[in-house]
């Protein structure tokens, strides 16, 4: 068992002193932020003025083409406070001039039809030229902190606001000035701006070829600065993977799809020399005015032409036509179109595994020394990694391997019962395909250890095994799988339109499938593969799940099998293992610890769902999703708050209620096209009145609290990690509040995943000697010298099954002689969660509450169950812990419909 694992976070080194770099500066004059924003409101209805200027394409401009520019400051645009931008050698001042010019074309509206609202725009547009040259910005110099930091009430370090976006420029730019060495090969690195960040992609890409295809792809280095809670240094995480670029001739996109484009172009000025060290992103969008791909508003590419009239740029027909001669360069100029998984299969796997992850981690910690210094290694901070799992059935023994079988399946059907209270369990099968029908009947059997004796008639199939009775009922799917018809009529916006054919789609699945029974059903339904709805939203499976849920099915999809990747009876079992945990047949197993927290202990969960305008609906809606989990409760252990009858219903009828609420006038209060409903205020306030509520509810009884603080903290910001104080919660426009006053047995644990902004660091197990390969371990780890009252963990679940037998020392960046193919394995990212225990019942939190005499909890063990929660019989390891699993999948059912009128600001209820 290994003991240590390294994480690839860094913080300030107090023996190094602080790091303290000397900057020019430009702020941004207000007499320009006056007249530009003017310019910039005629783009705009009146009742959705801008609160800010769009210099994000400026300061992409400026970073692309002005030699000496680090960083720009984040709130420039809006806020006279915030520097301009932040350069280690004097733009010439000539260049200000064109750049801004070039930017400040792109503000106004195009011409209209209005003569005379034309004439009014142009002149503002001269106006706004004109002060351009009337006023030129002045330099003044200041020398920044990149250490700088305070710590909060609660104890945790809240760096410098401007560290955020100059920190993670000059890191970057730190470690890309040393080329990595790996296998005889030196690959230089080019920096990337990221709204969180910057990225390190190595430059040019890497080949790999295999066959008669080739395939490009690079090594990639992701830089940000995050908080940990609690801890007096801030942190700088360094998280390593593969960037993959799209190769093929034409590259294909589903239509309404749109790509990132990396562009690498030279400063376009005659006699301005100087390095490359950036890419450059921009947006291919598809635009329905012209019906094919465009380049965003916000993309550079569309400025740079003016400033550049020597050299030719890539126009989007060209770039997805050829993208390998693009990628190569012509003419000086390189774009590389990132691969996603809508264009297809790439021959290059995702991700790198734990030596190269290692290796890549030595050539940054030798950069950054000594202004960082790594994160000190975690210990194991309990020896139960696992909680009480049933044997593998795999097992070699034949008997053994049945008998465990026989274990199994009777675990499953327990499981059922709890959550059918005694009903019979009805399965409809809405196949395409034979082979999948006859797969997924086998799987049911196989699953739940069915006997092969069925009474089938009319394509009904009857089981009856003790006091578990199954009806399984199959028909074809027929045209209900096909493409949704979108009928746009006059005056009707492509919401409403999408929203009627759903509706139509939904109305007759519920008819095909019929009234259910007493219980709710589960509906396994056969579909095709995305590739063929390529017609914008014509994927009917928001429709045949909404259809479903009218008729009280739970649904589950599985694709054709000419369309998916992997074998029909692999798919089977997934399908018919998702469809159970629908119907809540999923209780948690019996807990490892060193010490019981309670016998009678409940899981509560929160999920804050979004769907934005862009969603499977085009139509926004938020929902709070609380979840508890009694695991020693006979019946439906598993249950969902249904907030308009206010009470607590098993978790598949708590699902269906989210579907079937989605089309109803009530939904549309609270949803709103393109934004969410109401203010970021009320929002805020109806989410915290929410969550006291719910607390209230299970105030009587032993509860583990678990939610998301990067999913929840939009709604709830005394989440965030500068708002935590231990054994406290903090509500809005309320003093902050012992975590015992919502009840007295309430325990809370904050998790933390990597998301999209780096918040967790990457990890791997380093090995004893220079010889021994990096692995990977499941457990839970703290730092060594943490102390009895911390209340920061990190949680591995070690490798999944489905990752295969991919080796801990594959290179795939520069592949050995050995494995040639070894760019083509696809290799797990272990993620790490952080789990915070803000409230237990500490030794602190039992004094200030008047009960010394109880004995108090160990935080540790509070995060060991936690951590266990990730392990389950069917599904582990999970991403996260089965509760919080649970709620986020309940998001699948979240399907807002525009309502058939759509009202205006005016009339919209929030």
Known sequence: MYELISTTAYEPDPESGPWTEEYRVIDFPEGWRTEFMDLHRRRWPRREQPVGLPVSKLNDLLRATAPGLVATGRGSGSSAEVPWFYASDEMPAELVAPLLASWVMTLPPGAGSD????????????????????????????????????????????????????????????????????????????????????????????????????????????????????????????????????????????????????????????????????????????????????????????????????????????????????????????????????????????????????????????????????????????????????????????????????????????????????????????????????????????????????????????????????????????????????????GRSRAQALAAAVRRRGARMAAQLGPSADSVGLALVETLGPARFSAQDSDPKSALRIGCAAARRVSQFIVVPEDADGAVAVRAKSAVADGMRQLGAVVPPEQRLEEELADDLQYLALWYIRRQAGGPTRWGGQELVALRIRPHDPVHPVKGWDDTRKEWVPYAQFLITLAADSDTAEATKRSRPGRPPGTAAERRDETERRVRSLLFQVRGRPTLLVVNSGNLRGVWPGLSNGELIRDTLVFHDNPPARVALHGEQLRVVLVRDANSREETPQWYVPGETDEDTPGVSAGLWSARDAGQDNRVFISTAGKPPSAGAVRNDLLKLVPVKDWPHGPAAKAWNPQALELTVLGCLSQAALEESGRPDRHPDSPAVVAAAAHQLRFHDEYHPLSRPLPLHLAKLAEEYVLPLAPPSVPTAGQTAV
């Open 115 to 490: 003569g005379e609202q034309t004439a009014d725009h142009r002149a503002a547009l001269d106006r706004a030229l004109a002060l351009i040259d009337d006023h030129t910005p002045e330099w003044r110099k200041e020398s920044v902190e990149l250490t700088a930091a305070e710590l909060t009430p609660g104890g945790t370090a809240r760096p410098d606001r401007r560290l955020y976006h100059l920190l993670p420029e000059r890191i970057g730019a730190r470690i890309a000035e040393r080329p990595l060495h790996l296998n005889g090969v030196d690959l230089s690195f080019r920096l990337v701006t990221r709204d969180q960040g910057v990225e390190l992609v190595s430059w040019p890409p890497r080949s790999y070829t295999r066959g008669k295809r080739t395939w490009r792809y690079s090594g990639l280095v992701t830089i940000t600065v995050q908080t940990a809670p609690f801890a007096e240094r801030f942190r700088v995480h360094v998280s390593y993977g593969i960037r993959r670029w799209a190769t093929g001739e034409p590259v294909w996109l589903p239509e309404g799809r749109g790509a990132t484009v990396l562009l690498d172009a030279p400063l376009p000025w005659p006699g301005i020399e100087g390095p490359r060290r950036r890419l450059t992103a921009n947006s291919l969008v598809y635009d329905r005015r012209l019906g094919m791909l465009a380049w965003s508003r916000q993309s550079l590419i569309g400025l740079l032409p003016e400033l550049d009239v020597m050299r030719a740029y890539p126009k989007p027909p060209d770039l997805i036509a050829h993208p390998v001669d693009w990628i190569e360069g012509l003419d000086g100029v390189a774009a590389g179109i990132l691969h996603s998984t809508a264009m297809g299969r790439h021959g290059v796997g995702a991700g790198i595994m734990p030596l190269e992850r290692s290796l890549l981690d030595r050539w940054v910690e030798e950069a950054l020394r000594p202004v960082l210094r790594r994160v000190p290694e975690l210990e194991r901070a309990h020896r139960r990694s696992k909680p009480v799992l049933l044997p593998a059935a795999n097992a070699k023994d034949q008997a053994k391997k049945e008998a465990r079988s026989r274990l199994r399946a009777q675990a499953r059907r327990d499981a059922l019962a709890s959550a059918l209270e005694g009903g019979p369990l009805t399965i409809d099968v809405l196949w395409q395909t034979e082979e999948t029908r006859d797969a997924l009947v086998a799987a049911l059997r196989e699953w739940l250890g069915l006997p092969g004796e069925e009474m089938v008639v009319d394509e009904v199939h009857e089981w009856s095994w003790g006091d578990l009775r199954v009806v399984m009922r199959t028909r074809p799917l027929q045209d209900l799988g096909a493409p949704l018809e979108i009928a746009r009529g006059e």
